[in-house]
């Protein structure tokens, strides 16, 4: 499935940003979606995912403040971003896997199949 993140952005400490995952051409339904993030010179992080049964999970740095959803169509999924902090400057990927993941392969890159092209969120203090 073909990827495309957007809702990046400049944001000050504390506000909120949106970013959307959609599908090209088919719907989410059947797949888990995972967002990660990329800072400079650091490895890729699990941010969160919702699973094809629409259950989510969540990376303890960001638990409370982000969440994800799907739309009615399933064909986007949502990443609401509030609370922003400087350490959550990054550039955010989502990816899809076919099926349920387990909680396990959730946090790990190479589970998913399909990346996005990356969206920018820069926060500043």
């Known amino acids: 499935v073909q990827l495309q993140a957007s809702g990046g952005g400049l944001v000050q400490t504390g506000g909120s940003l949106r970013l959307s995952c959609a599908a090209s051409?088919?719907?989410?339904?059947?797949?888990?979606v995972g967002w990660f993030r990329q800072a400079p010179g650091k490895e890729r992080e699990f941010v969160g995912a919702?699973?094809?049964?629409?259950?989510?999970s969540y990376a303890e740095p960001v638990k409370g403040r982000f969440s994800i959803s799907r739309d009615s169509g399933r064909s986007t999924v949502a990443l609401q971003m509030n609370s922003l902090k400087p350490e959550d400057t990054a550039t955010y990927y989502c990816a899809a896997a076919l099926g349920r993941l387990i909680t396990s392969r959730l946090s790990t890159p190479k589970s998913y199949d399909d990346w996005g092209q990356g969206t920018q969120v820069t926060v500043s203090s």
């Open positions: 051409g088919r719907s989410f339904s059947s797949y888990t």
């Open positions: 919702i699973r094809s049964d629409g259950s989510t």
